[in-house]
């Protein structure tokens, strides 16, 4: 499907007057993957083989990921070239909004959606809770809104500002919540607005909407799922928004569902819906159960000459565990590799980098 793709990719080039590399992370349940610093030299190779030019444009597709990942992108692709678009086909959540507002321009389709980059913590300091699977323990996520949250609750709706009473209810957040983690989650906070608002001035010279934008996205709706459709947008950043074009959004859209339908992205991933589809597709009256290879593309940055792809490449089997009523089918997952590989359209060749 990459030399579909490379046709729509040249056709927007030409549309857009413009360079364009697409780099999207997996939504698939139990297979997601996120924006990450592994990602930024991939990133750097493939500019270096388009060479500095007037304008580029970033296709991106992504749930989030690190804030810190998403800023050095950001100011990479500020390294080849001085005009910066980013074309939102779908969801750019989180630290993809913080990549998003670093753009000149942002053209959205109408299922376009950015959101707040208020960022949440997770360290080893966070609270537990059990997990899907019973036995299990999970750590939770602590956001920045959620503890804002309870400090509006308690000033705001229940009318509490006596010392002695504030400091109760402190102290049993920070029962639940390490103080530590509480530290984190506040200069997160600080980070993330020092962060896009480097990115923003570095192309907006309005610091009063700068301001606004950045303590809207961080602080100013309410939840960090809150999605901002193109309208809201536009109201939200003005002429930083591109204007409609149906034509650009189909070539955007059809671009975009080809990643999705190749990659099999919005389908969650089930090791024993792979196993029983391998049963079903047996010759009949086999009773032997093949162990399964299988290929996961967790993210790709893709451009008109070579594509890098994360895939995680695992072996399933079938195999009986003792459970409480006696032996249960399972299925066992081993991973064989997990990586970057390099393709490049004119060589055809792949060419891998692994990381366990």
Known sequence: MWNERRSLIAAIEEKRKSRLICFLTSDR????????????????????????????????????????????????LREFAKWVGVLVPDRCFSAGTLLA????????????????????VTTQLNPVA?????????????????????????????????????????NLLADKVHPVTLGDVYRSRQQIERLAHQL??????????????????????????????????????GKQIAGDDPELETMVWDLHQSYVKEMNWGVPYNPGSELTRVKESAPLGGTAVPSLKIRLDMAVIESLNSRDVFEQNFILRETLVQGPAGPM????????????????????????????
């Open 29 to 76: 349940l139990n297979a997601s993957a996120i924006i990450a610093k592994d990602a930024i030299p991939f990133f750097f190779n493939q500019l270096r083989q388009i060479g500095e030019v007037p304008r580029l444009d970033l296709l991106v597709f992504t749930a989030g990921g690190d804030t810190l990942a998403a800023f050095g992108l950001a100011r990479l």
């Open 200 to 237: 923003l001035k570095k192309h907006r010279k309005d610091q009063k909407n700068i301001l606004r934008i950045v303590s809207t996205l961080t602080r100013g709706l309410g939840s960090h799922d809150y999605p901002i459709f193109k309208t809201e947008a536009k109201e939200l950043f």
């Open 329 to 356: 089918k399972a299925v066992q997952q081993e991973i064989l590799e997990a990586g970057w590989k390099h393709y490049d359209w004119k060589e055809g060749a792949s060419h891998a980098h692994t990381s366990q």
């Open 130 to 170: 059990e997990g899907p699977v019973p036995g299990m323990r999970q750590t939770l996520p602590v956001s920045v809104e959620s503890i804002a949250g309870f400090k509006t609750l308690i000033e705001e709706d229940w009318g509490i500002h006596k010392e002695e009473m504030l400091a109760q209810l402190f």
């Open 101 to 120: 507002i670093s753009a000149n321009q942002i053209y959205m389709t109408r299922a376009g959606m950015l959101s707040p980059i208020d960022p949440s």
